[in-house]
């Protein structure tokens, strides 16, 4: 390996790095919607749906009632 490989291996693995700390950053603060998640609000009883929704965050919002 000579040095041009060298920072270029260096260079991919720090953008490697920065992608999977972003990644992980954005699940942890929930910032990634899974398709089992409503996209409408984060707040289901303000919500016109909610007594006829049957998503998860709805029902886990009914149970806690
Ligand atoms: S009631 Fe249903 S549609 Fe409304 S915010 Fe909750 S999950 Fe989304």
Sequence with gaps: MNRKDFFIQGIRLTILS????LSTFLIVENKVVSPDNC????????CGKYSQCD???????????
């Design 55 to 65: 998503l998860p965050q709805a029902n886990k919002e009914k149970k806690n009632e």
């Design 39 to 46: 996209s409408v609000s984060t707040l289901c009883k303000n």
């Design 18 to 21: 920065v992608i999977g700390l």
